[in-house]
């Protein structure tokens, strides 16, 4: 290879690397997620006045008994039912909040639902009849003193899955499913 060959690689090799990080949104370029790093929320659910500080990811693995804790705050209320949430949602809200300064809590609408429950909700309407929060892949919430379209902003720059923003009922939709977005 010549020399001139060589240098001209290692200018595009530098006009990508500076292209992707100008593509990046400039909060995910300081992700808090360095290796090693611990991951802490705390939630408080709106419908059963129950708070919950958790550090669920220690920096090596994630923490069984915290996520347990998690799944509990995060149950279908209506009928007490449990469920496994997938753990890239709470994720995806540190590190919306990291993005945004936020430091306060994530106010939780919904998280699990079950089956009878979406079943109930649908008939008012409003609900998905295949949603994802009946799989534990998704979650409704609100960040204390940040404005939802901030959040929906953040949530859709991240690329996770769904993102559905209802301002009239004051939270954003998250899921881990296909990627999406939608206004309700």
Not at 78 to 105: C, P, S, W, Y
Not at 114 to 134: C, D, E, F, I, W
Request: charged share 25%.
């Amino acid at each position: 290879m010549s020399e001139i060959d060589y240098k001209r690689r290692q200018l595009l090799a530098a006009g990508g690397v500076a292209l992707g990080a100008c593509l990046l949104p400039s909060w995910a370029i300081a992700s808090p997620y360095k290796a090693g790093s611990a991951r802490q929320i705390s939630l408080h659910n709106i419908h059963t006045s129950e708070d919950l500080e958790t550090e669920y990811f220690n920096g090596k693995l994630y923490v069984k008994e915290e996520l347990q804790k998690i799944n509990h705050i995060c149950r279908d209320f209506r009928r007490n039912e449990v469920a496994h949430m997938d753990r890239r949602l709470f994720d995806a809200i540190t590190e919306i909040q990291a993005g945004l300064g936020h430091k306060g809590q994530v106010r939780i609408i919904s998280g699990y639902r079950s089956p009878a429950t979406n079943k109930a909700l649908r008939k008012n309407g409003g609900v998905a009849t295949k949603s994802y929060h009946m799989k534990g892949q998704a979650i409704d919430f609100n960040l204390e003193g940040v404005s939802l379209s901030r959040i929906r902003n953040a949530a859709l720059e991240m690329r996770l899955g769904g993102v559905g923003y209802y301002p009239r009922s004051g939270f954003v939709h998250i899921d881990t499913g296909p990627v999406r977005r939608w206004n309700g």
